[in-house]
Structures are given as structure tokens and as C-alpha cells.
């Protein structure tokens, strides 16, 4: 895949700019910023913005938009910034029929806005509106990450028997781990046990912290780039 992206990046140099190279650039951008490179990353991923913009790549916008603010500006820039705009690319992809990134632009939000410490019961309801959005757009993979996370912020909230884990009113995480391995992707693997790593720690379950953290490390590959990482 990487190659795939380089090869873009030398045709675009040669050739000149089309509005897809924004994709190559991004995505170089998030490959840089997940090997270390932050500073040249944030560039490429600003580069990839102000081709979309000067292109007029309204098609284009959910895409780049979602790449740039959950990959690249948080390691550069507070992740409270990046959340206005991921509500611009989730109705750009609305607007545009790009559904699929709009939904992720959707997950986005509440991924990010947990992680810079977003005020939890005024997300809950927006990551509820957001997934019933998301189910009514048939956008099941999506809308079972923000489900994650948003049990998550119910168990943080008190609305959960069982505070360390992730059952209750969104998720059953026990059904999703009893999936073969096949059937569950990475991420979304990643995703429960970071989940169950912070709530285990601060409800002084110390010893089971320590297990998920041992579980989340096989899959942290999955999310380089994002916010879970730092």
C-alpha cells in the first residue's frame, strides 16, 4: 500500500495535480506522522487540504478532511481543533454521497473529543445522534466503533452494572470477542481493549489493566496514527 501511495506522490510531481493526489499527500502524511516524522507529516497533510480547497474538491472533502484531523493535526496541533472540522467533513460527506467518510468523519468526532477530554454527558448525546445516523445509513462497521465508545462513556458515567466492562446498552464486548479472530478487524479489537485499559485503571483494577494492556499491544499497529497511540 505504501508503494501504491509513493508512486502516486512521483506522478503527481512529474505530471502535475490532480484533485486526487490530495490522497497520496494525506495519506503520505499520516505514514510520516506514524514513523515520527510529525513535522513533515503535518505538512504533507496541510498540502493536502489546500489542494482540495484550491481544486474545489467538494467530492474529495469527507475523505481528506477525516484523514488529516484523526491521523495528522493531533500530534501537532490540540485535538479540540480538529473536531469542528470533522462535523464539516461528516456533512460533506452527506452532501456529497461519500457516505462511508462521513460516517467515519462521524466516529471521528467522538473518538477524538473523548480523548481531549470533552465534557462526557453532552457527547454521549451526540455520538447517540450519530448512530442512529449511522444505522440508518447502513454503515454497520462505523456504527459499531462509535457504539464502543459510546459505552464506554456510559460506563464512565455510571451506566453500566459492571463498570469495567464494555456491556450495557451499546455493546456487548463479550459477543464481539467471541467472533473468530477472522471476523473481527484490528482496530476494532484495539479499540475494546484500549477502552477496557482505561477503565480498569481508574476503577483500580490494576491487575486486569495490565492484561488488557498486554491484549491491546497485538493490535496497536491498527491505529498508528491515532490518538490512542500517545
Given at each position: 500500500f505504501p508503494l501504491l501511495v509513493f508512486r502516486m506522490i512521483t506522478l503527481s510531481i512529474a505530471s502535475g495535480n490532480l484533485a486526487l493526489s490530495a490522497q497520496a499527500y494525506v495519506t503520505y502524511g499520516i505514514i510520516l506522522c506514524g514513523s515520527g516524522d510529525i513535522e513533515a507529516g503535518y505538512q504533507f497533510g496541510t498540502l493536502a487540504t489546500r489542494l482540495i480547497e484550491k481544486m474545489n474538491a467538494r467530492h474529495l472533502k469527507a475523505s481528506v478532511t477525516y484523514m488529516v484531523q484523526t491521523f495528522i493535526r493531533h500530534w501537532q496541533e490540540h485535538s479540540r481543533k480538529t473536531l469542528p472540522l470533522l462535523l464539516e467533513g461528516y456533512s460533506a460527506g452527506l452532501e456529497t454521497g461519500d457516505i462511508l467518510f462521513g460516517a467515519f468523519n462521524a466516529q471521528g468526532y467522538g473518538f477524538q473529543a473523548y480523548w481531549s477530554g470533552v465534557e462526557l454527558t453532552g457527547l454521549e448525546h451526540e455520538m447517540t445522534k450519530h448512530s442512529k445516523a449511522m444505522r440508518q445509513l447502513k454503515q454497520e462497521q462505523v456504527f459499531n466503533i462509535n457504539e464502543i465508545y459510546r459505552q464506554f462513556v456510559h460506563?464512565?458515567?455510571?451506566?453500566?452494572?459492571?463498570?469495567?466492562?464494555?456491556?450495557?446498552?451499546?455493546?456487548?464486548?463479550?459477543?464481539?470477542?467471541?467472533?473468530?479472530?477472522?471476523?473481527?478487524?484490528?482496530?476494532?479489537?484495539?479499540?475494546?481493549?484500549?477502552?477496557?485499559?482505561?477503565?480498569?485503571?481508574?476503577?483500580?483494577?490494576?491487575?486486569?489493566?495490565?492484561?488488557?494492556?498486554?491484549?491491546?499491544?497485538?493490535?496497536?499497529?491498527?491505529?498508528?496514527?491515532?490518538?490512542?497511540?500517545?
Open positions: 460506563n464512565l458515567l455510571g451506566r453500566s452494572a459492571h463498570p469495567c466492562r464494555l456491556v450495557g446498552e451499546c455493546c456487548d464486548e463479550e459477543k464481539i470477542l467471541s467472533l473468530h479472530p477472522q471476523a473481527n478487524s484490528a482496530n476494532t479489537l484495539c479499540f475494546i481493549y484500549s477502552c477496557k485499559l482505561v477503565l480498569s485503571y481508574l476503577f483500580h483494577e490494576y491487575h486486569q489493566a495490565i492484561a488488557q494492556a498486554i491484549e491491546e499491544e497485538k493490535y496497536l499497529d491498527s491505529l498508528r496514527g491515532t490518538a490512542v497511540i500517545p
